[in-house]
């Protein structure tokens, strides 16, 4: 499999450090509020690299944070905690809004199809490990403290931009947005690993350390969580391309100072969400949850599938006629599917399954390609085999594309065939239904037989007698003229 690494900025062969073994860490939410649905873009397709990953065959071991302390609004450890600003605005404790919206962001996620990772990690119950790696840091002089704080040193470092997408101006103050100036910084780089000197005075968690009562500075986080539950040796780590700096950047800093070694192989950072006016986020227009997607009547499996048209590192626009078209091509993938069902169904013909396998694994090999293998769906569709080959087929892609296709079919086909049975039953008792159906019967016959007046003989037959027929692809439907 290739996969784009973002930290060597090419495609690259996928070879984890221990053979047919993962270790995945995503970054999680800061759950002062509702994730919108561009921060559940991400998540989405670091499901399914998950998920294509394990049906390669790996062992995946996949960790996630869950922000609940030390996220400050600004990248230069400045401005309002948002936990705080959360908890002011409901009038509730920091910890009953993480609860809440904790729970509220796993809600999306199952309705989106994803999956939990093995370890759910707060970052409040992670404070020891904190503490002990920022000792270990001062330690090794990679930092220092000031003005009440520790910070770390980013002068130490032999190269601290690393994903090179950024300069030392982009930390001027007034140059990037949020950014402000904090004079106990040696060095305009450098961050925050412990608070003990904050500006909010009624900030709500803190704990005792060796350098006073504080809180922990949001990008330690990670890399202490990710090195408590994977060890020193990362092989893949996920975000949002936001993320990458200077979240990211800072992880690698003081995880690389921390263990002196290489911490992680592989950087997966999937581009933004925007909507025509820009970059999608909780503060400007409206407010886009997946529980306003449901309001406005749309299955979030579509937005799933939405997402999934596009390559993860390219921007996507959102916009609610980018979203109709995308219904109308998954009812019309369901309803192609449903239709299989009424098919004789044959022996599943292994050859021609693998051929098939094989093109959806090649998009997926190419650099996680969703937009491909949406086209390999549509190749099932179009090959040359029986229904049961396209249906395992089908299935066996759904592993990791996860948008219900097959469900949606069945549905579809278990309630036609509810319908049907209904039907025979009044017709059984109802000779003038049994009639009907039976000429209906007669006249596709005549149609497959290619005797066409013979079948407009019999519509008009039936027309004269108050039965107006509608061809449809599901068949024939009949009504009592009004």
């Known amino acids: 499999m290739l996969i784009y690494n973002s930290l060597t900025r090419k495609r690259e062969e996928f070879v984890p450090n221990v053979a047919g073994k993962v270790s995945m860490y995503t970054c999680g939410p800061t759950v002062y509020h509702y994730a919108h649905i561009g921060n559940l873009r991400s998540y989405i397709m670091e499901d399914v690299l998950e998920k294509y990953l394990r049906y390669t065959g790996l062992d995946v071991t996949r960790v996630m944070n869950i922000t609940d302390v030390g996220h400050l609004s600004s990248d230069a450890d400045t401005g309002e905690d948002k936990m705080l600003k959360g908890a002011r605005r409901e009038n509730k404790t920091v910890l009953q809004i993480a609860k809440f919206y904790t729970d509220a962001f796993f809600e999306d996620c199952k309705k989106l199809n994803i999956k939990t990772p093995e370890v759910v990690a707060p970052a409040t119950t992670c404070i020891d490990e904190f503490i002990k790696t920022i000792e270990a840091l001062i330690e090794k002089d990679y930092a220092y403290e000031a003005g009440g704080n520790i910070y770390f040193d980013t002068s130490k470092l032999s190269q601290y931009y690393v994903f090179n997408d950024f300069k030392e101006e982009d930390l001027e103050v007034g140059v990037r947005e949020g950014v402000e100036e904090d004079t106990n910084k040696r060095n305009k780089a450098d961050f925050v690993l412990w608070f003990t000197k904050s500006k909010f005075d009624d900030q709500e968690l803190k704990w005792d350390s060796p350098w006073g009562i504080g809180y922990p500075g949001w990008h330690i986080e990670c890399s202490c969580i990710s090195m408590k539950y994977l060890g020193e040796y990362l092989d893949l780590h996920c975000g949002g391309i936001d993320n990458a700096f200077p979240h990211h950047t800072n992880e690698i800093a003081q995880s690389e100072a921390f263990v002196g070694h290489k911490w992680c192989n592989y950087w997966f950072h999937v581009h933004h969400l925007n909507t025509n006016s820009g970059k999608m986020s909780k503060s400007s227009g409206e407010f886009l949850t997946v529980s306003l997607l449901e309001s406005k009547g749309y299955d979030p499996l579509v937005y799933r599938f939405f997402c999934l048209q596009s390559h993860y590192r390219k921007s996507l626009v959102f916009s609610y006629e980018n979203?109709?078209?995308?219904?109308?091509?998954?009812?019309?993938?369901?309803?192609?599917?449903?239709?299989?069902?009424?098919?004789?169904?044959?022996?599943?013909?292994?050859?021609?399954?693998?051929?098939?396998?094989?093109?959806?694994?090649?998009?997926?090999?190419?650099?996680?390609?969703?937009?491909?293998?949406?086209?390999?769906?549509?190749?099932?569709?179009?090959?040359?085999?029986?229904?049961?080959?396209?249906?395992?087929?089908?299935?066996?892609?759904?592993?990791?594309?996860?948008?219900?296709?097959?469900?949606?079919?069945?549905?579809?086909?278990?309630?036609?065939?509810?319908?049907?049975?209904?039907?025979?039953?009044?017709?059984?008792?109802?000779?003038?239904?049994?009639?009907?159906?039976d000429m209906i019967a007669q006249r596709a016959a005549a149609k497959k037989a290619k005797d066409f007046a013979r079948a407009d003989a019999i519509r008009a037959e039936l027309l004269e007698k108050g039965v107006t027929l509608t061809d449809t692809s599901q068949g024939t439907k009949w009504s009592l003229a009004e």
């Open 323 to 437: 979203l109709d078209n995308a219904v109308i091509a998954y009812n019309k993938l369901v309803a192609k599917i449903a239709a299989l069902y009424k098919e004789e169904q044959g022996e599943i013909d292994a050859e021609a399954l693998a051929a098939l396998k094989a093109r959806f694994s090649a998009a997926m090999d190419n650099d996680l390609n969703t937009s491909l293998a949406i086209t390999a769906l549509y190749d099932v569709l179009k090959a040359k085999t029986n229904a049961a080959t396209k249906l395992a087929a089908l299935a066996d892609f759904d592993r990791v594309l996860c948008v219900g296709l097959i469900d949606a079919a069945q549905k579809i086909f278990d309630a036609e065939k509810r319908a049907a049975e209904a039907e025979a039953e009044a017709a059984a008792n109802d000779p003038f239904v049994a009639y009907v159906q």
